[in-house]
């Protein structure tokens, strides 16, 4: 396998996880001296693609890389391609040329991709030790490489429009959840707090939200009903369209 990169061409994953709580970004550390400064900040997982691969086999093969995560729901966003984007900072083109890459110009195509921490696990689905998991609403405060920062809100705002029209949410969830995950999940996303009896109403009236003759199990309260979300059911109902307008 020809393992050339092209050396303008990158792919970045913002990993968004939830835990039952939180909304989280999966970052990687990095540790630049320069000038014999230490600078010290958080990436996205991602890096140069190969020749001879595309783009989505370039995110999937780098985010299994450089994280261990792998088969899980991942959407291109649009390329990031500003002429100063990699020379904004001076550990930024530090860095890059610590890794024997020292391009002026890289364009990056970022990726958003969704998992649920509670069945992939913070620690068992993630492999590299400077990689870790930040509540999103922490994220703004923590210095961030290159225009990730720019990338993480154009993600968020992708995934709240998505959201709303698209059952993405059950991306975030186990295969069975009770409704206040689900309630939590869009109140997360959002950052709202949503009336509980108007949600059910809602969900109610969504016949892919199947109920199981189940309960939770190991919960501190009183075990909730649970439910899964039915695809067969939902693609089958093309006259009923999927709306969580909050």
């Known amino acids: 396998m020809d393992k050339s990169l092209v050396p303008n061409v990158s792919v970045d994953s913002v990993v968004f996880g939830f835990d039952s709580a939180h909304l989280n970004i999966l970052l990687i550390s990095r540790s630049i001296v320069h000038n014999e400064i230490l600078y010290q900040d958080w990436k996205f997982p991602g890096d140069l693609i190969l020749k ?4 989505d086999t370039a995110s999937k093969r780098i985010l299994k890389e450089q994280t261990g995560l792998e088969k899980i ?14 020379l904004k900072r001076p ?6 040329v610590s890794i024997d890459h020292p391009e002026e110009r890289v364009i990056t ?3 958003y991709a ?20 930040f509540p999103v609403d922490e994220v703004k405060n923590i210095p961030l490489a290159f225009d990730h920062h720019e990338i993480l809100e154009f993600a968020l705002e992708t995934l709240r429009n998505e959201v709303r029209t698209k059952p993405l949410a059950f991306e975030l969830l186990p295969p069975k959840f ?12 959002f950052q709202v707090t949503l009336d509980k009896r108007n949600f059910r109403k809602k969900i109610a009236n ?4 199947v109920p199981l003759n189940e ?18 059911v939902y693609h089958k109902l093309k006259s009923q369209n999927f709306d969580f307008t909050i």
């Open 215 to 232: 309960k939770e199990n190991d919960v501190s309260h009183r075990p909730a009903n649970l439910y899964m979300f039915s695809r067969d």
């Open 109 to 111: 195509i970022p990726y």
């Open 91 to 96: 550990q930024d083109m530090a860095w890059l």
């Open 73 to 86: 729901y991942m959407k291109q966003l649009k390329a990031f391609g500003a002429l100063d984007r990699l």
């Open 178 to 189: 009770s409704l206040s995950q689900l309630q939590k999940i869009y109140e997360v996303i």
């Open 114 to 133: 969704l998992i649920n921490l509670e069945k992939n696990g913070k620690k068992t689905g993630v492999l590299n030790q400077n990689a870790r998991w």
């Open 52 to 55: 001879n691969e595309d783009l």
């Open 206 to 209: 969504l016949s892919y939200i």
